[in-house]
């Protein structure tokens, strides 16, 4: 203290007072952790991929990209893409929010690394020769244009050709609104090939997965002569909010889950991921004529 007592408290030492360091947090890499719509539990996102993007604690089945679904699909490198030259266009030269279509299907593009909302092509599971089409809900989320429907009658007629039984994966949000008309009349296209191929007594077997919707629900989506669902996937045409505003009523519990759907008849098995292959590889071994 000074000697005309102006000061009162000696002056401040810091390092006589220093205590432990604080420990810096650490930053956490972006996607290192997901949380789960289902169960809310947090998910480290390694072990959901290496489950197959299910729930490790919920089994609830996340979505998956075109390229990861062909992958934990089929056989090792047997899957062989065709039809990957068809690309799309803008025909109406369709804008919205002062953006052209044309600018978002080369964002759609560059997101996803798949020119459309499909992939087609023919591989093997587990040992099966297979013409094979897998719907992408990453790519604007799995609508139906002209060349999904292309691409599809295109697969169908392969299958038709080759006497191969027929895979489709359908995940969709429906048919594109930026293409009017044209990705209606796809509805019509695609069917219209599935009833060539049933004449000439091929096999189709689809799998619906999470979200199924709209055109595609209409049409390819439920014509097959074996129709499997994932657990919980969303599968209709309108939206419920639409349906139960339409007819002044409360949906049901589970309206449009696919257990509601097998219950009522309109899917004949739910599969879980997981066993996918193996069960796709014993119907085309049961369904094999004698």
């Not at 068809?86 to 953006?99: M, N, S």
Request: glycine share 10%; with cysteine.
């Amino acid at each position: 203290m000074a000697e005309n007592g102006s000061e009162v408290f000696t002056p401040y030492d810091a390092s006589i007072f220093q205590g432990p360091q604080i420990r810096k947090k650490r930053e956490v890499p972006d996607g290192l952790w997901m949380r789960c719509g289902g169960c809310e539990s947090i998910l480290y996102r390694k072990a959901v991929s290496d489950n197959l993007e299910v729930c490790p604690e919920c089994n609830r089945h996340f979505r998956m990209g075109a390229r990861r679904r062909i992958e934990t699909l089929v056989d090792p490198d047997s899957f062989e893409e065709l039809f990957a030259d068809i690309a799309p266009a803008d025909p109406l030269k369709f804008q919205w929010a002062g953006k052209t279509f044309a600018d978002r299907i080369a964002a759609e593009q560059k997101k996803t690394g798949n020119t459309e909302a499909v992939l087609t092509g023919v591989a093997y599971i587990k040992g099966r020769r297979v013409g094979l089409g897998v719907m992408d809900g990453e790519w604007l989320m799995g609508s139906m244009g002209s060349v999904v429907g292309e691409k599809i009658t295109l697969l169908v007629e392969e299958a038709t050709a080759s006497s191969l039984p027929l895979v489709i994966v359908c995940m969709s949000g429906g048919a594109r609104m930026h293409e009017g008309a044209l990705s209606l009349m796809q509805m019509g296209k695609t069917s219209a090939a599935l009833g060539r191929f049933d004449d000439a007594g091929g096999l189709y077997i689809a799998v619906l997965v999470d979200p199924t919707t709209g055109g595609t629900t209409a049409s390819f989506a439920m014509l097959a002569d074996i129709i499997i669902a994932e657990p919980g996937a969303e599968i209709g045409f309108a939206g419920k909010r639409v349906i139960s505003n339409t007819i002044k009523s409360e949906l049901p519990a589970g309206f449009q889950l696919s257990e509601f759907l097998e219950d009522h008849g309109f899917v004949d098995l739910i599969v879980p991921r997981n066993e996918l292959r193996s069960e796709i590889a014993r119907l085309i071994d049961y369904c094999k004529p004698l």
